[in-house]
């Protein structure tokens, strides 16, 4: 579960440009000169794609995380949804943990599948980005889904990763709003 809550993170980043910054001093970052006082924004959603960084980057693969010990608290660059230094999002302890605990009930308490013949590559994952990113027709492709028997692997990982970025928005939505 925590391999899948990591992929989701890195294929759908909830604040896919994380905050602005602004350098402090003169610097180079990959052969790149950045002046002092420049608004920087650093785009987890583009590093979560880059080819260089993964192996078949647009692909839904969960498993990329079993065998290594990248993790999203900032430490690995190439997977920073909660952004990475000083400003470091303070809430990841707690928004992995609403994650994860909503997360294991649904999968624990109910047997999802598809409507019809309906596969994985069927959902429509379109994203929809502002301040934010969501899916764009998260609410009424959820109303198609109904509870049966699990039918495929592949599309419980996707509907997985649904829930979670829809869990995830509404954690930073409650954010936001209480600011
Ligand atoms: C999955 C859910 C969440 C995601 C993806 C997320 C992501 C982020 C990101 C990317 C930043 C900017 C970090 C940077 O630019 O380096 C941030 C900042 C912040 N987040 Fe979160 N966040 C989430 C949930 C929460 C929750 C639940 C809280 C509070 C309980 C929270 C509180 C904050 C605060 C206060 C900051 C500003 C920190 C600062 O500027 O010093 N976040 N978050």
Known sequence: MRAVTKETLRLHPPLPLLFPM???RDVEVNGYNIKANTQV???AWRIGRDPKLYDKPEEYEPERFLNNGIDYRGNDFELIPFGAGRRV???IQFAMAVNEIALANI???FDWALPGEASGEDLDM???????????????KLLLF???KLRNRE??????SKALSLLSCICLRLQLSAQ
């Open 41 to 43: 924004f650093i785009s």
């Open 155 to 160: 599309g419980i990982l996707i509907l997985l």
């Open 107 to 109: 999968v624990h308490k």
């Open 89 to 91: 999002c303070p809430g």
């Open 22 to 24: 602004m350098s402090t």
């Open 146 to 148: 109904h509870t049966s």
């Open 126 to 140: 379109t994203e929809s980005a502002g301040l934010t990113a969501h899916k764009k027709y998260i609410l009424s």
